[in-house]
């Protein structure tokens, strides 16, 4: 893993990123899946292709670049870090992953592969956590933690809750699906124009 001083978006330009993609999956929504748990594959994969424009964009740095990881994710639903076996899983073990029950977020800034330090842990999809845990049978306890999640280090990232298992032959699959997938240019074309419109 790299370890250098790259700069980091702001959080005006992560809000924009971030309302744009939901609001693209929103306009695309008769042609994705309905079960919202399916979504996650387009927000992230749309998240990757937009978080990389913006930010080469931004900082004229073409060789950088986010990346899409998929695998199993885990989400406290207590308010209390010392309370264990209460959380939300995604692709929470073996079967579920065979089956192909798995959860894709976005990673980065990363340049040939390599992850920059401190690396950005973003998923778009937080906004569904607090469904998502009823649905599996738990009580959300803890406060909402908002319509998306954009922290840098691991060590942030474990004081919120929150951890992930990377699946890499899901991951390759993924990426291979978005690349051949007839929406996906239309879908970033759309997510840009609406991030112009609000930058």
Same mark, same amino acid.
């Given at each position: 893993?790299?370890?250098?001083?790259?700069?980091?978006?702001?959080?005006?330009?992560?809000?924009?990123?971030?309302?744009?993609?939901?609001?693209?999956?929103?306009?695309?929504?008769?042609?994705?899946?309905?079960?919202?748990?399916?979504?996650?594959?387009?927000?992230?994969?749309?998240?990757?292709?937009?978080?990389?424009?913006?930010?080469?964009?931004?900082?004229?740095?073409?060789?950088?670049?986010?990346?899409?990881?998929? +695998?199993?994710?885990?989400? $406290?639903?207590?308010?209390?870090?010392? *309370?264990?076996?209460? @959380?939300?899983?995604?692709? #929470?073990?073996?079967?579920?992953?065979?089956?192909?029950?798995?959860?894709?977020?976005?990673?980065?800034?990363?340049?040939?592969?390599?992850?920059?330090?401190?690396?950005?842990?973003?998923?778009?999809?937080?906004?569904?956590?607090?469904?998502?845990?009823?649905?599996? +049978?738990?009580?959300?306890? $803890?406060?909402?933690?908002?319509?998306? *999640?954009?922290?840098? @280090?691991?060590?942030?990232? #474990?004081?919120?809750?929150?951890?992930?298992?990377?699946?890499?032959?899901?991951?390759?699959?993924?990426?291979?699906?978005?690349?051949?997938?007839?929406?996906?240019?239309?879908?970033?074309?759309?997510?840009?124009?609406?991030?112009?419109?609000?930058?």
């Amino acid at each position: 893993m790299e370890d250098t001083n790259y700069p980091s978006l702001c959080q005006s330009k992560r809000n924009a990123i971030a309302d744009s993609i939901h609001a693209t999956i929103e306009e695309f929504s008769n042609h994705l899946p309905q079960e919202k748990e399916s979504l996650c594959f387009f927000y992230a994969s749309l998240g990757m292709d937009l978080c990389t424009l913006v930010y080469r964009n931004v900082f004229q740095k073409q060789e950088i670049y986010y990346a899409l990881q998929c +695998g199993k994710l885990s989400v $406290r639903v207590n308010p209390n870090p010392n *309370i264990s076996g209460q @959380g939300l899983n995604f692709g #929470a073990n073996g079967v579920a992953l065979e089956e192909g029950n798995f959860h894709c977020w976005v990673i980065g800034p990363c340049t040939i592969a390599q992850l920059i330090q401190p690396c950005e842990f973003i998923d778009f999809t937080s906004r569904f956590y607090k469904e998502n845990s009823i649905k599996q +049978g738990f009580k959300w306890k $803890r406060k909402d933690i908002g319509n998306y *999640i954009w922290i840098e @280090g691991q060590d942030k990232l #474990a004081k919120t809750g929150i951890s992930f298992d990377v699946n890499e032959p899901f991951t390759q699959k993924a990426l291979r699906d978005w690349s051949v997938n007839p929406l996906g240019s239309i879908m970033l074309k759309n997510a840009v124009s609406a991030y112009q419109k609000l930058i």
